[in-house]
């Protein structure tokens, strides 16, 4: 049986930070691949480098040493207009807080990176509303963000971004604000890309989140550590976690 190829490698990434006179390692020599059909979580408290990680994994920043590689594609040999092309035709990114355009109803806000990947409005708007029906979610079409509660926000913010033909799916805490059932759905949303042929890196401090993956991984002082298989992700819980790792309390 053959391995599914890695949509996202991550070799000896390295990262620091000004802190002072000194520097802070954010990330010390990570190598990760992420395969299609894959969602992997990385959890760790806050400050550990999860959301540097993320960032550099879409291009966002510049690792200070490394290779970020997407589709076989080196991101330090592509051009900032080529890494900004892959976001958005490739990449699918979900912040924490949600990025709506105000002034856009929600059927026009999933079709905005339809839109922008040069799909003609119309056809934007019919595919966006197939992507709302497919969630559950239509009858939100009309509405504008400002109108929606953080729940219903948040979940379009995910619609949004798995729409169109997304090969790597970045989620930095999604669920973060969200009450368990909303963040149980948003999950369900980005599991199911995944399960469609998607690579899926879950960055999150939650354990009932982080259960969703195939495998969990722990950063800590810049280091990931700590794998778990599936058998060991099913019954992984808070109580599990926090011992081993009480800063997630």
Do not use: C
Request: charged share 20%; aromatic share 4%.
């Amino acid at each position: 049986m053959n391995t599914p190829s890695a949509v996202l490698r991550l070799r000896n990434i390295t990262h620091t930070f000004p802190d002072g006179t000194d520097s802070k390692v954010a990330l010390d020599s990570v190598n990760l691949d992420v395969r299609i059909g894959e969602l992997v979580a990385i959890m760790g408290p806050s400050g550990s480098g999860k959301t540097t990680l993320l960032n550099i994994a879409a291009g966002i920043v510049r690792p200070d040493t490394g290779q970020v590689i997407v589709n076989n594609r080196t991101l330090s040999m592509t051009s900032t207009e080529e890494r900004s092309r892959l976001r958005r035709e490739e990449i699918g990114i979900v912040f924490q807080q949600n990025s709506l355009v105000s002034a856009l109803s929600v059927l026009e806000n999933v079709a905005l990176p339809l839109e922008l990947n040069g799909v003609k409005a119309k056809s934007a708007q019919a595919q966006a509303e197939q992507y709302l029906t497919t969630h559950g979610l239509n009858y939100l079409s009309p509405r504008d963000p400002a109108s929606l509660s953080g729940g219903e926000r948040q979940q379009i913010a995910v619609v949004a971004a798995l729409a169109g033909q997304r090969s790597l799916l970045l989620a930095d805490e999604p669920t973060g604000a969200l009450d368990s059932r909303t963040a149980d759905q948003v999950m369900r949303f980005i599991r199911n890309k995944v399960e469609q042929g998607a690579a899926g890196l879950l960055v999150t401090h939650d354990a009932r989140q982080a259960a969703w993956a195939d495998r969990i991984l722990f950063l800590k002082d810049g280091v990931l550590t700590g794998e778990t298989g599936p058998s060991l992700t099913q019954s992984l819980n808070p109580v599990q976690v926090t011992k081993d790792f009480p800063e997630l309390r």
